[in-house]
């Protein structure tokens, strides 16, 4: 098995590099996203009154409300008016608009509002926001504020909104665990055993308990048996909630439901509503797509019960619980049914070390998941592929 510590190219048992990836990375992020999140605010604050003189007064203004709409109030592909109503959640009825311009003797500015809605960015970002703000807290690293006159550069210069949502997307991408070792180490302790972590990265087997306590890591599944190494070696351990690998491995997931390009019941798609998001990769899908060719043929089915048919843990696409007595799974079985799924509810005896052995390296990348939830183990087959 290969080692990563040539590769991760940092020094994962010190806690200060991971203080400097939240410095260098995070920081910035929260400081782009706190920029937009502020503009918001200017603009409800600006626009939510009467908007006549402004409109009538302020190109600039006018550039936000009314850029890129044509003569009957449709907004062109990627106009500038649109881009600050899909993200900002800030317009006015630019057909109204139109209809009124268009006839003798009234002034169109005196009879528009100004309309503002929560988008799914705006929902995004708040999401963001709150992980970000705990990573910062944890970190122990102050937020930067972002001054007045940075808000008024963008509202003097209405086209900057472009660069400042393309900054937050380009360092959203930097953190994701398709291009991050740090994040990507999230996902190799989200629950795994001890001793395939530390094969992986051989330092930890020095510094386990200290990285465990910066990190936020825990036991989640320890054997009950009395032999002592093994105990050790098999207990699963994962993250703490609200820890730092916690809110980093949550954070990722937020950017991967972002960037699908097929997740329709995801609270953040709008890649169809809006131009300039065409061309952003579906980071999950790649991502899968590269430790899936990793792993190669792996797969947990078939495995070995004496005088039984074959176990076939992928037969579903649902969580299988498995029940664990001493060092066996005696039980295994779903909680779900209808017409398109099977329930399966089977007695067995399967070696709890050699189901662990078999799972280890797609736990590792984050292929199949699993949880503790009571006595149980509840394995996910169909993890990353789950939108």
Not at 77 to 94: C, D, H, M, Q
Request: aromatic fraction near 14%.
């Amino acid at each position: 098995m290969k080692t990563y510590d040539e590769v991760v190219g940092f020094d994962y048992t010190n806690a200060e590099e991971w203080q400097s990836f939240v410095r260098n990375q995070i920081l910035p992020l929260h400081k782009s996203i706190s920029k937009v999140v502020k503009l918001r605010k200017s603009l409800e604050e600006l626009l939510s009154n009467d908007l006549s003189d402004l409109i009538r007064n302020s190109t600039n203004i006018k550039q936000i409300l009314l850029g890129g709409v044509d003569e009957n109030g449709d907004y062109k592909p990627n106009s500038l008016a649109r881009i600050y109503k899909e993200f900002l959640g800030v317009s006015i009825n630019t057909k109204e608009w139109v209809s009124l311009s268009k006839q003798p003797g009234i002034d169109a500015a005196e009879y528009i509002k100004c309309n503002f809605t929560d988008t799914p960015f705006l929902q995004f970002v708040k999401d963001i926001k709150e992980i970000v703000d705990r990573l910062l807290y944890l970190a122990e690293i102050d937020e930067e504020e972002v001054k007045d006159d940075e808000i008024e550069d963008i509202l003097e210069n209405p086209g900057k909104i472009v660069n400042e949502l393309k900054d937050i997307y380009t360092r959203l991408i930097g953190i994701s665990a398709n291009h991050s070792y740090y994040t990507f180490f999230t996902i190799n302790t989200r629950c795994i055993p001890r001793y395939y972590i530390e094969q992986a990265y051989p330092k930890l087997k020095y510094k386990f308990e200290k990285v465990a306590e910066f990190l936020g890591l825990e036991p989640k599944f320890i054997p009950d048996i009395k032999e002592g190494e093994i105990k050790r070696n098999y207990t699963l351990w994962g993250h703490k909630e609200n820890g730092f690998a916690d809110l980093l491995y949550r954070l990722n997931e937020i950017i991967w439901r972002h960037f699908s390009e097929r997740s329709f019941d995801n609270p953040y798609f709008f890649r169809e509503k809006l131009k300039l998001l065409y061309g952003l990769p579906d980071l999950k899908e790649k991502y899968t797509e590269k430790v899936e060719r990793s792993l190669g043929s792996w797969k947990l089915d078939n495995l070995t019960i004496p005088n039984e048919e074959p176990v076939n843990f992928h037969e579903w696409d649902v969580e299988y619980y498995l029940e664990v007595k001493n060092a066996l799974i005696v039980r295994y079985y779903n909680t779900y049914s209808d017409r398109y799924y099977k329930k399966i509810d089977r007695r067995i005896e399967l070696p709890l070390f050699e189901v662990m052995d078999k799972m280890a390296p797609a736990l590792f990348v984050g292929l199949v998941n699993l949880e503790v939830k009571g006595n149980d183990l509840v394995y996910d087959g169909n993890y990353l592929r789950r939108i």
